[in-house]
């Protein structure tokens, strides 16, 4: 039988598994408006398609070759993410996927010529393993759409589950051909992935009434018709590229699955290191039931205590978010690690009929120890004059502070001075109120200790993030001893004897600070024997003040204090 030609740039087969829900076919295509190939196929193609939207929806990916394509101009990064996905640059298009699979048939793998009403109709009557539904909603000035996906599982599933939504315009028409190969009207054209073309990960697994809200916004572009804007949405295993679902959005608001259900979405306003012992996180949480919701119950508190209570008032419809900052915990920091727990007790004075998604924790550490200052290491984004940060004593008041920034993806460093001894507070804000942005991935904040201890790094916040650290020596340290280690006469002069019991031989190695964290006197006293040693520690040309001596011997650390009076 004869082969149809297609447009070359330069396989994979899946089973789908069982489930339970009436299927709802996705059908993605690539092609191109100077795709000679794409105009003979397409015709039957959309024509088959839109005899069936009953039973299927698609989405129009345009490449970037063989020739001009505007569509694809407007948006050739999510066009090209979902190529690479598919490896259509190594076949070349027209080319078509059903629920995530190249269509067989008598012409090269992937033709859409190869579908036919019995491949649709199979498909359709294979169950799906959720019920999917999409509201969209534009905003006041027609400028912005909004869309919320509903998945609702109603057989157990498992593997690498995303969520995609694609806007789309369902018909543009070009009164002369945009590109060579003669097309005016094209379908269900993509516009725009939400939030990109990676979609939105869901959790692994899945059990019959489990579900998930994807909501998603795109501030219109390139738009040629506005009432021909939409959206499909579908979930995919991206370990086989099986599509379990697909869905067509529309403008009636969404039935939720429960009437009373609050879901806990994140929680902020918490240091993951603390030396202040106070705890007042602030979460965000969203009305995920049908029933307003005007009260709400939560329970909060360290792991193994008995639980405080809070009780929140207000008004919050279906899907709208409101966020709550807790009263402060005051937590008696015996550490070294901590797990605090947040949960709904009561929604509308009923206990939450979906308790999966109202459950979170938070963990958090002792601080840090950082004598007199610490280094702050900042990599901007596109908006470097949007960062700033301060750093606060235990009263509020602010002892330094930097920024605003004013180049865009640079390296700065800053020293942070921390004042007198005691915890401090630094926060790092956002007046754009997204954190550090980054189209690379990369980039952030990092900060690190006196001693070179990196402890912090960020940079995917909103407004603000912030982490405590302690302007003192290192714990356990006296005036004179710790246990196992001795120093005297101290104070010293030019010299001093250090007394130590070794557990086992290694090789001494002696360390002097200063106050500001740096090293003035590094040395190797050599290998000793298991037991009580003895060495001399040199102070020669020291200036006056104190000092912090470290002996390490392989696992062994000692560290003590040293008044040194030249």
Same mark, same amino acid.
């Given at each position: ?17 069982f ?12 092609t ?8 003979s ?9 839109n ?19 505007p569509?694809n ?8 993410a979902?190529v690479?996905?598919?490896?259509v ?12 699979i ?17 491949k ?8 799906a393993?959720f ?7 534009l ?19 498992s593997?690498s ?33 939400l ?11 899945f059990?019959?009434?489990?579900y998930?809200?994807v909501?998603?916004?795109w ?8 009432s ?6 579908f979930?995919?295993n991206n370990?086989?590229k ?9 403008t009636t608001?969404l ?17 993951s ?10 979460i965000?949480?969203?009305?995920n039931?049908n ?10 508190g ?9 009780t ?14 807790l ?8 550490g ?25 924790e ?11 200052y610490?280094?702050?290491n900042?990599?901007?984004d ?10 606060r ?5 602010i002892?330094?502070s930097?920024?605003?920034y004013s ?10 001075h ?5 915890c ?11 954190? &550090?942005?980054?189209? @690379?991935? /990369?980039? #952030?904040? =990092?900060?690190? +200790? ?6 912090? *790094? $960020? ?5 603000y993030?912030?982490t ?22 101290n104070?010293?002069?030019?010299e001093?004897?250090?007394t130590f019991h070794l ?9 002097l600070?200063?106050?500001t ?5 590094? &040395?190797?006293?050599? @290998?000793? /024997?298991? #037991?009580? =040693?003895e060495c +001399?520690?040199?102070?020669?040309n020291?200036? *006056? $003040? ?6 390490q ?6 560290i003590c ?6």
């Amino acid at each position: 039988m004869k082969k149809l030609i297609l447009c070359s740039f330069f396989l994979a087969t899946a089973v789908l598994g069982f489930s339970q829900s009436q299927r709802f076919v996705m059908f993605e295509e690539f092609t191109n408006a100077s795709c000679g190939p794409c105009a003979s196929q397409n015709p039957a193609f959309d024509a088959l398609l839109n005899s069936n939207t009953s039973k299927c929806t698609s989405i129009k990916y345009h490449a970037n070759w063989p020739g001009v394509d505007p569509m694809n101009a407007q948006n050739p990064t999510d066009a090209g993410a979902r190529v690479t996905y598919y490896q259509v640059n190594l076949v070349g298009v027209p080319y078509a996927v059903m629920d995530g699979i190249p269509i067989p048939g008598p012409n090269y793998t992937g033709a859409p010529a190869n579908l036919n009403q019995a491949k649709i109709d199979a498909e359709y009557a294979i169950p799906a393993t959720f019920n999917l539904s999409m509201y969209q909603q534009l905003s006041a000035g027609n400028d912005s759409v909004f869309i919320t996906m509903l998945g609702e599982c109603t057989e157990a599933v498992s593997g690498s589950l995303v969520a995609q939504i694609g806007v789309i315009e369902k018909h543009i028409h070009f009164n002369s051909p945009p590109g060579t190969n003669g097309e005016k009207d094209f379908y269900n054209v993509m516009k725009k992935m939400l939030p990109t073309a990676s979609g939105t990960i869901l959790p692994s697994s899945f059990q019959p009434g489990d579900y998930f809200i994807v909501q998603g916004a795109w501030k219109l572009a390139n738009v040629y018709t506005l009432s021909e804007l939409s959206a499909v949405g579908f979930i995919q295993n991206n370990a086989n590229k099986n599509i379990q679902q697909g869905a067509n959005s529309t403008t009636t608001p969404l039935t939720m699955p429960y009437n009373n259900d609050v879901q806990l979405m994140s929680v902020s306003g918490y240091s993951s290191t603390n030396c202040s012992g106070n705890v007042a996180p602030v979460i965000s949480i969203r009305n995920n039931g049908n029933n307003p919701l005007t009260s709400l119950t939560i329970k909060y508190g360290l792991d193994g205590l008995p639980p405080s209570t809070y009780t929140w008032n207000g008004i919050l419809q279906t899907l709208e978010k409101t966020n709550i900052t807790l009263p402060n915990s005051t937590v008696s920091l015996q550490g070294p690690s901590y797990t605090f727990n947040i949960y709904a007790d009561q929604v509308n004075n009923v206990t939450d009929e979906y308790p999966k998604n109202d459950t979170t924790e938070i963990t958090f550490v002792n601080a840090p120890y950082s004598l007199n200052y610490m280094m702050f290491n900042l990599h901007t984004d596109k908006a470097p004059q949007e960062t700033t940060w301060d750093l606060r004593d235990e009263s509020g008041n602010i002892i330094d502070s930097g920024g605003p920034y004013s180049i865009q993806s640079h390296s700065y460093t800053d020293t942070v001075h921390l004042g007198a001894f005691g915890c401090k507070k630094f926060t790092i804000y956002d007046a754009g109120g997204n954190g &550090l942005c980054y189209t @690379n991935g /990369s980039g #952030g904040y =990092q900060l690190t +200790t006196s001693w070179g201890s990196a402890f912090k *790094t $960020g940079g995917a916040f909103g407004s603000y993030e912030f982490t405590e650290v302690l302007n003192d020596w290192p714990t356990g340290v006296t005036l004179v001893e710790r246990t196992g280690m001795k120093v005297y006469p101290n104070p010293c002069y030019s010299e001093a004897r250090v007394t130590f019991h070794l557990d086992n031989p290694g090789n001494v190695n002696l360390n002097l600070y200063n106050s500001t964290g740096q090293i003035v006197r590094s &040395l190797n006293k050599g @290998n000793f /024997s298991a #037991g009580d =040693q003895e060495c +001399t520690m040199d102070a020669h040309n020291l200036v *006056t $003040g104190i000092y912090m001596l470290k002996l390490q011997a392989g696992a062994q650390v000692f560290i003590c204090k040293v008044s040194v009076n030249n």
